[in-house]
């Protein structure tokens, strides 16, 4: 049984940064997909980005491209996402999730999931 715990919200401006961490335990996420999704207040999950297991593909939401960046260090049991250029709208909670057989960015490919951190982006 993976746990996954996620680290590294908190409050920051328009325009700034942050990195969350995925840290796992109770196994390895060497042969995981791992994806990172969010969710507003009153509104569905979204998928935001996600790796394949070597950290050699990588795919994204068109709303983050080119500002978030998804990766991975599997000796360290981790995945991050790297945020830059946050905005308002990019406020959530933000979950990291495992999954082994992974096509598409639905949340139900995904098997295990962590407990979310919160990203406010102030104006």
């Known amino acids: 049984q993976v746990q996954l715990v996620e680290s590294g919200g908190g409050l920051v401006q328009a325009g700034g940064s942050l990195r969350l961490s995925c840290a796992a335990s109770?196994?390895?996420?060497?042969?995981?997909?791992m994806g990172w999704f969010r969710q507003a207040p009153g509104k569905e999950r979204e998928f935001v980005a996600r790796i394949n297991w070597s950290g050699s593909s990588t795919y994204y939401a068109d709303s983050v491209k080119g500002r978030f960046t998804i990766s991975r260090d599997n000796a360290k049991n981790t995945v991050y996402l790297q945020m830059n250029s946050l905005k308002p709208e990019d406020t959530a909670v933000y979950s990291c999730?495992?999954?082994?057989?992974?096509?598409?960015?639905?949340?139900?490919?995904?098997?295990?999931w962590g407990q979310g951190t919160q990203v406010t982006v102030s104006s």
């Open positions: 109770g196994g390895t996420l060497r042969s995981y997909v």
């Open positions: 999730a495992a999954g082994r057989t992974v096509w598409d960015t639905r949340p139900s490919e995904y098997t295990y």
